[in-house]
C-alpha cells in the first residue's frame, strides 16, 4: 500500500482505484468468446463444417470460457500478475491457430486440433476474469454485488466494444476479428498486469458512491453503443465513419481515469495530513455491531486434511474449504439452475447467426444481433448486480430469488424464436442477452456470500464451470442434432444428394423449433430448482451477511488506534532515561 511518502503518482498508479480501473480496461476486452456468432460462419464455410461439428467447436468454446478452475488455484498461490500473463500468452496462441486455419495460411486442422485452439483461446478469458475481478472483491468486500454486477457488465459490452475497433482497423474482413481478438485482450493485459494487486486498506464511507459514478459511465458508453448499431443498421458506414465510433468508445472507456485521479488525490491528502492512514475516514464509518441475533458458530475442530469435514461445513457466510462447498446441497442447487439456465441463453446466443440465416433475415442482420445480446448482456448485469445489492440492503430480498425471475423472464426470448413471429429474432436478442447477463454476478455473489471469500478464487470457476455442460447438452446434443436432421430432410425432399465438402443448411422455423420447445422446458426445470435453494437461504439473507467484515475492520481501527499510544509512551521513556 502506498504511504504519505510516496510520491502521487506512484500512489495513483498503485492505489486500490487505479486497480479498479485497469481491471475494467482488461474486462472491457475479454469478452470475445460472445462474439462466435460473427465468425462462426467463415470457420464453417473454410472448413467444410456441418453444424454439429460447428455446435461441437462451439461447445469447446464454452468449455474453455468457464472451466477456470486452474486459473483459480493458479490465483490462490500466485499473485494476480502471474495469472494475468498466463492468460495473455494462452489467447495470443489460441486465436492466432484459429486465425491461420480459416486464412488457409496453415493446412487445414483436424477437428481435435481446432477444438483444443478455441478452448485455450477462450480459456484464456477465465485467467483475465478471476485475477481482475477475484482483486477486486477482496479490495471492496462489502461491495461485492456492485462490483459483480459493474465489472461482467464490463465484459458483457466487450463484444460491441471489440466489433466497433474491429470495423475501425480491418473495415469489413471478418476474418481478421479473430486477429484482432487474438492480439489486443493479450496486448491490454500485459500492459496493465502489474497494476491488479491486492491491496489492504481500510473501507472508505463513500465507495458505492464513487462505483456508482463508474456505472453511469459505462451506462453512457452502452447508450452511446446503441446508436452506433442502430445508425451502422440503418446507414451505409464507412471505415472512416468506424473509426469516429471507435474513438467515441475509446474515450469513454478512459473516462474513469478522472474518478480514479479525483479519489486518490483525495486519499493521498488525507495521508498526508493524518499520520495514521485513512483514520478519520475510518472513524466515519457505523461501528460494528456488538452483539449479534445468531451465535457465532463454532469453531470447527483441527484437522489434518480439508476432506475430514467435508460433510461438516460451517455455518452460511464462513469460509468453506473447496470439498465442502463442492459438495454442499446449496451448491448442487446452484449448479443444476445454473446448467439449464446458463445451458439454454448461452445455445440461443451461440446460434444466433444461424437461426437469423435460417429465418431469412439480412446477412448484416448478424452483426445487430450479436451488438444487442453484447449490450444487453452489460445491461443485465449491472442491473442484477446493483438492483439486488439495494433490495438485500433495504428490504433483505435473497439474492437467489433474483435467480428465478431471471430464469422465468428467459423463456420469453425461447419461445419467440420457437414461433419464428417476423422481425422477432431482435426481441428474442435483448431478451436472452439481457437474462444470460443478468445470472452471471447472481450466482457469483450468492457463491462468494453463502461459502465465504478464503476460497473464492476456486468456488467462483467452480460455478461457471456448469455452463459448458448445459451448452454441451443443450447446443450440441439437442440444438445441433436436431438442426442437421431438419437439414438432411429439407435436403432429401429437394431429391438432393450431399456433396462431399458441402455444409448442412436449414431454411425455416422449424430448424430450431423443437430444440428451443425442450430449452425452454429445462429453463423452467432449472428457476424452479432455484427457488428451493430461496427457501433455504431465507434466513440466512435476513442477517448481515456483512458483519464479519465489519468487526474485522472494527479491530483493525482499534489497533491503527493503540499505535500512536505505545509509540508515544516509548518516546517519553526514552526522554526520561
Given at each position: 500500500m502506498a504511504t504519505s511518502g510516496n510520491p502521487f503518482w506512484y500512489h495513483l498508479l498503485f492505489g486500490r482505484w487505479f486497480s479498479v480501473f485497469a481491471s475494467i480496461l482488461i474486462m472491457s476486452v475479454s469478452g470475445a468468446t460472445y462474439m462466435f456468432g460473427l465468425y462462426s460462419s467463415h470457420i464453417k464455410s473454410s472448413l467444410a463444417y456441418d453444424q454439429t461439428t460447428l455446435n461441437l467447436l462451439s461447445f469447446f468454446k464454452d468449455l474453455g470460457a468457464n472451466i477456470g478452475v486452474i486459473s483459480g488455484l493458479v490465483n490462490e498461490v500466485a499473485p494476480a500478475w502471474v495469472v494475468l500473463l498466463i492468460g495473455a500468452v494462452m489467447n495470443l496462441?489460441?486465436?492466432?491457430?484459429?486465425?491461420?486455419?480459416?486464412?488457409?495460411?496453415?493446412?487445414?486442422?483436424?477437428?481435435?486440433?481446432?477444438?483444443?485452439?478455441?478452448?485455450?483461446?477462450?480459456?484464456?478469458?477465465?485467467?483475465?476474469?478471476?485475477?481482475?475481478?477475484?482483486?477486486?472483491?477482496?479490495?471492496?468486500?462489502?461491495?461485492?454485488?456492485?462490483?459483480?454486477?459493474?465489472?461482467?457488465?464490463?465484459?458483457?459490452?466487450?463484444?460491441a466494444i471489440l466489433s466497433q475497433l474491429f470495423h475501425a482497423f480491418y473495415g469489413n474482413n471478418s476474418k481478421s476479428l479473430i486477429f484482432l481478438i487474438a492480439w489486443l485482450p493479450s496486448a491490454v493485459s500485459v500492459i496493465l498486469h502489474r497494476f491488479v494487486r491486492i491491496i489492504k486498506d481500510l473501507r472508505q464511507p463513500n465507495e458505492l458512491k464513487v462505483f456508482y459514478h463508474v456505472l453511469y459511465i459505462s451506462l453512457g458508453l452502452a447508450g452511446s453503443l446503441m446508436v452506433f448499431i442502430i445508425l451502422q443498421n440503418r446507414l451505409r458506414f464507412q471505415q472512416i465513419h468506424y473509426v469516429g465510433s471507435a474513438i467515441v468508445v475509446i474515450v469513454l472507456l478512459l473516462l474513469p481515469l478522472a474518478i480514479v485521479f479525483r479519489e486518490e488525490l483525495r486519499i493521498w491528502r488525507s495521508k498526508i495530513k493524518n499520520p495514521i492512514p485513512q483514520l478519520e475516514l475510518a472513524s466515519q464509518l457505523p461501528p460494528p455491531p456488538l452483539t449479534s441475533a445468531v451465535p457465532p458458530?463454532?469453531?470447527?475442530?483441527?484437522?489434518?486434511?480439508?476432506?475430514?469435514?467435508?460433510?461438516?461445513?460451517?455455518?452460511?457466510?464462513?469460509?468453506?474449504?473447496?470439498?465442502q462447498a463442492i459438495f454442499s446441497i446449496d451448491m448442487i442447487i446452484l449448479f443444476i439452475a445454473t446448467i439449464c439456465g446458463v445451458g439454454g441463453t448461452l445455445t440461443a446466443i451461440d446460434n444466433l447467426g444461424q437461426i437469423g440465416e435460417s429465418l431469412r433475415y439480412p446477412s448484416h442482420s448478424t452483426t445487430t444481433f450479436i451488438s444487442l445480446v453484447s449490450i444487453w448482456n452489460y445491461l443485465g448485469r449491472v442491473v442484477s448486480g446493483f438492483v439486488s445489492e439495494y433490495f438485500w440492503k433495504k428490504y433483505k430480498v435473497p439474492r437467489p430469488l433474483f435467480l428465478f425471475v431471471t430464469l422465468i423472464l428467459s423463456c420469453i426470448g425461447?419461445?419467440?424464436?420457437?414461433?419464428?413471429?417476423?422481425n422477432s429474432l431482435y426481441f428474442s436478442s435483448i431478451i436472452i442477452g439481457f437474462c444470460f447477463g443478468a445470472q452471471w454476478p447472481l450466482i457469483f455473489a450468492i457463491i462468494s456470500e453463502i461459502f465465504g471469500l478464503k476460497y473464492y478464487a476456486t468456488l467462483y470457476n467452480m460455478g461457471g464451470a456448469a455452463s459448458p455442460i448445459g451448452a454441451y447438452i443443450m447446443n450440441v446434443r439437442v440444438a445441433g442434432h436436431l438442426y442437421d436432421m431438419e437439414a438432411e430432410r429439407q435436403m432429401e425432399a429437394a431429391g438432393r444428394l450431399r456433396k462431399e465438402g458441402e455444409d448442412l443448411s436449414c431454411l425455416g422455423v422449424e430448424c430450431y423449433k423443437k430444440a428451443f420447445l425442450i430449452i425452454t422446458g429445462s429453463t423452467v426445470f432449472g428457476g424452479l430448482v432455484s427457488l428451493i435453494l430461496v427457501v433455504r437461504t431465507w434466513k440466512f439473507y435476513k442477517d448481515d451477511i456483512y458483519r464479519r467484515f465489519k468487526e474485522k475492520e472494527g479491530e483493525d481501527i482499534e489497533m491503527k488506534m493503540a499505535a500512536p499510544t505505545n509509540n508515544s509512551l516509548t518516546a517519553a521513556k526514552t526522554v526520561s532515561a
Amino acid at each position: 500500500m502506498a504511504t504519505s511518502g510516496n510520491p502521487f503518482w506512484y500512489h495513483l498508479l498503485f492505489g486500490r482505484w487505479f486497480s479498479v480501473f485497469a481491471s475494467i480496461l482488461i474486462m472491457s476486452v475479454s469478452g470475445a468468446t460472445y462474439m462466435f456468432g460473427l465468425y462462426s460462419s467463415h470457420i464453417k464455410s473454410s472448413l467444410a463444417y456441418d453444424q454439429t461439428t460447428l455446435n461441437l467447436l462451439s461447445f469447446f468454446k464454452d468449455l474453455g470460457a468457464n472451466i477456470g478452475v486452474i486459473s483459480g488455484l493458479v490465483n490462490e498461490v500466485a499473485p494476480a500478475w502471474v495469472v494475468l500473463l498466463i492468460g495473455a500468452v494462452m489467447n495470443l496462441f489460441g486465436y492466432t491457430m484459429i486465425w491461420l486455419a480459416v486464412t488457409n495460411r496453415i493446412p487445414k486442422p483436424q477437428i481435435w486440433h481446432m477444438c483444443l485452439y478455441i478452448c485455450i483461446g477462450a480459456n484464456s478469458q477465465t485467467f483475465a476474469n478471476t485475477a481482475a475481478l477475484i482483486t477486486c472483491v477482496k479490495n471492496f468486500p462489502e461491495s461485492r454485488g456492485s462490483i459483480l454486477g459493474l465489472f461482467k457488465g464490463f465484459v458483457g459490452l466487450s463484444g460491441a466494444i471489440l466489433s466497433q475497433l474491429f470495423h475501425a482497423f480491418y473495415g469489413n474482413n471478418s476474418k481478421s476479428l479473430i486477429f484482432l481478438i487474438a492480439w489486443l485482450p493479450s496486448a491490454v493485459s500485459v500492459i496493465l498486469h502489474r497494476f491488479v494487486r491486492i491491496i489492504k486498506d481500510l473501507r472508505q464511507p463513500n465507495e458505492l458512491k464513487v462505483f456508482y459514478h463508474v456505472l453511469y459511465i459505462s451506462l453512457g458508453l452502452a447508450g452511446s453503443l446503441m446508436v452506433f448499431i442502430i445508425l451502422q443498421n440503418r446507414l451505409r458506414f464507412q471505415q472512416i465513419h468506424y473509426v469516429g465510433s471507435a474513438i467515441v468508445v475509446i474515450v469513454l472507456l478512459l473516462l474513469p481515469l478522472a474518478i480514479v485521479f479525483r479519489e486518490e488525490l483525495r486519499i493521498w491528502r488525507s495521508k498526508i495530513k493524518n499520520p495514521i492512514p485513512q483514520l478519520e475516514l475510518a472513524s466515519q464509518l457505523p461501528p460494528p455491531p456488538l452483539t449479534s441475533a445468531v451465535p457465532p458458530a463454532p469453531p470447527n475442530p483441527p484437522s489434518d486434511s480439508c476432506f475430514k469435514n467435508m460433510f461438516n461445513p460451517p455455518n452460511r457466510g464462513e469460509d468453506y474449504t473447496i470439498p465442502q462447498a463442492i459438495f454442499s446441497i446449496d451448491m448442487i442447487i446452484l449448479f443444476i439452475a445454473t446448467i439449464c439456465g446458463v445451458g439454454g441463453t448461452l445455445t440461443a446466443i451461440d446460434n444466433l447467426g444461424q437461426i437469423g440465416e435460417s429465418l431469412r433475415y439480412p446477412s448484416h442482420s448478424t452483426t445487430t444481433f450479436i451488438s444487442l445480446v453484447s449490450i444487453w448482456n452489460y445491461l443485465g448485469r449491472v442491473v442484477s448486480g446493483f438492483v439486488s445489492e439495494y433490495f438485500w440492503k433495504k428490504y433483505k430480498v435473497p439474492r437467489p430469488l433474483f435467480l428465478f425471475v431471471t430464469l422465468i423472464l428467459s423463456c420469453i426470448g425461447h419461445l419467440l424464436i420457437v414461433f419464428g413471429v417476423p422481425n422477432s429474432l431482435y426481441f428474442s436478442s435483448i431478451i436472452i442477452g439481457f437474462c444470460f447477463g443478468a445470472q452471471w454476478p447472481l450466482i457469483f455473489a450468492i457463491i462468494s456470500e453463502i461459502f465465504g471469500l478464503k476460497y473464492y478464487a476456486t468456488l467462483y470457476n467452480m460455478g461457471g464451470a456448469a455452463s459448458p455442460i448445459g451448452a454441451y447438452i443443450m447446443n450440441v446434443r439437442v440444438a445441433g442434432h436436431l438442426y442437421d436432421m431438419e437439414a438432411e430432410r429439407q435436403m432429401e425432399a429437394a431429391g438432393r444428394l450431399r456433396k462431399e465438402g458441402e455444409d448442412l443448411s436449414c431454411l425455416g422455423v422449424e430448424c430450431y423449433k423443437k430444440a428451443f420447445l425442450i430449452i425452454t422446458g429445462s429453463t423452467v426445470f432449472g428457476g424452479l430448482v432455484s427457488l428451493i435453494l430461496v427457501v433455504r437461504t431465507w434466513k440466512f439473507y435476513k442477517d448481515d451477511i456483512y458483519r464479519r467484515f465489519k468487526e474485522k475492520e472494527g479491530e483493525d481501527i482499534e489497533m491503527k488506534m493503540a499505535a500512536p499510544t505505545n509509540n508515544s509512551l516509548t518516546a517519553a521513556k526514552t526522554v526520561s532515561a
